[in-house]
């Protein structure tokens, strides 16, 4: 599934990277984040082979966007992202939170725990970057720690 509103390309933050066709407004529903249906089991045996592109919906399910229909897999992690995920009736959706210029990549936080945060280093080159890709209320923890 593809975003009409977005375009896959190399990323200066990692790898490919999802980057704005066009100018977007604050609110805009820019991709959803799509996959597979599966059981918080499933979700934890697919955490542990190394699996990141896992979203919790509910209390029995996740979604795995590590299928290739994803686009939405290709966004970076930000500590100051133009964008966030919105959950509405059971879909993910990566809503822009400001306004976001043509050619700009289109970024959200991952929200990560501090569980084992050291083996996911951050690279989004922000000024307030962390170092590490932790959820956002978890930034002044590791600033204070560092």
Avoid: Q
């Avoid at 933050?13 to 066709?21: T, V």
């Avoid at 697919?46 to 686009?71: K, Q, S």
């Avoid at 400001?98 to 922000?126: K, P, Q, W």
Wanted: aromatic letters at 10%.
């Amino acid at each position: 599934m593809m975003s009409e509103v977005i375009h896959i390309a190399a990323s200066p933050i990692h790898g490919r990277g999802g980057f704005a066709s066009a100018r977007l407004a604050a609110g805009t529903r820019v991709i959803e984040y799509v996959g597979e249906r599966i059981t918080k089991a499933e979700s934890a045996r697919r955490c542990e082979a190394e699996n990141w592109f896992i979203f919790g919906l509910d209390d029995e399910f996740d979604l795995d966007g590590n299928v290739e229909w994803n686009a939405a897999r290709f966004l970076n992690h930000s500590c100051e992202p133009n964008c966030e995920a919105v959950f509405e009736e059971g879909r993910v959706w990566i809503v822009a939170l400001r306004e976001i210029e043509s050619g700009e990549e289109v970024t959200f936080n991952y929200g990560y725990d501090l569980e084992n945060y050291r083996e996911h280093r951050c690279h989004c080159g922000a000024r307030s970057c962390a170092g590490y890709i932790v959820a956002a209320e978890l930034l002044p923890h590791l600033r204070r720690n560092s």
